[in-house]
């Protein structure tokens, strides 16, 4: 078990530019998450899979913003345009279900920076 | 909507000593549970304690536990035995009604030697 992975894990980019990040989560977990963390903030729910299903969306996921997972393994989270509001770190998580909570595991996360 | 609040951004404790962090939370879900997370200093963040809602007893995970008061909606952690590894940010977060985690803003934690 290696844990969830995250690449890059930072990205510098220019305004405009469209970015994709890639999580890998651990090999059991059918479930995945993704966050955005601000400099001084808790991390905020941006969505989840189960397997290849998209199940919740954040309102925070404006149209810029996409995630996919196919086949149920990695996902992928794609910010277009980018904007300097987009800089943040984008946390991946990743769960199964124990009892009847899914605790969830992180990822170190990507690091955005939009200049 | 579901909220979770930090009312400490920083707190400081000897090493060896006992600190507590507070965290308050309001849901109108029945079935929810509640978590401790740790992120040191550019590292990932891990799971502290958990506590689930329909439990009476509070958790306890080696050095650290939690007072779940279910009435008063608060969730605070004691560090007992504080080390120097302990130095993080800590946030607590509820999970209830969805999958998500909804975190507070988080507390910053320093261990002085």
């Known amino acids: 078990d290696t844990g969830v992975s995250q690449d890059p894990r930072h990205k510098i980019t220019k305004r405009g530019q469209n970015v994709t990040f890639r999580c890998d989560p651990i090999s059991e977990h059918n479930r995945l998450y993704w966050y955005r963390q601000t400099l001084g903030q808790g991390p905020e729910f941006l969505t989840y899979?189960?397997?290849?299903?998209?199940?919740?969306k954040s309102r925070l996921l404006s149209d810029r913003f996409s995630a996919e997972r196919p086949k149920g393994s990695f996902s992928t989270l794609e910010i277009q345009r980018t904007e300097q509001g987009d800089s943040a770190m984008y946390l991946c998580?990743?769960?199964?279900?124990?009892?009847?909570?899914?605790?969830?595991?992180f990822g170190p996360g990507t690091r955005l920076t939009v200049t | 909507a579901q909220t979770v609040t930090q009312s400490q951004p920083e707190m400081s404790v000897q090493e060896a000593e006992t600190v507590t962090l507070s965290c308050t939370y309001d849901?109108?879900?029945?079935?929810?549970?509640l978590f401790w997370y740790k992120q040191p200093p550019s590292r990932q963040m891990i799971l502290v304690i958990r506590q689930e809602a329909y439990k009476q007893q509070n958790a306890t995970e080696n050095r650290f536990s939690v007072n779940f008061q279910k009435a008063a909606k608060s969730f605070s952690l004691k560090i007992s035995d504080s080390q120097l590894g302990d130095a993080a940010m800590y946030f607590c977060?509820?999970?209830?009604?969805?999958?998500?985690?909804?975190f507070g803003k988080g507390t910053k934690l320093t261990v002085n030697p």
């Open positions: 998580a990743s769960s199964s279900r124990d009892g009847s909570s899914y605790e969830q595991y």
């Open positions: 899979f189960q397997n290849e299903a998209q199940l919740e």
């Open positions: 977060a509820l999970q209830g009604g969805s999958e998500k985690l909804v």
């Open positions: 849901t109108s879900e029945s079935d929810y549970y």
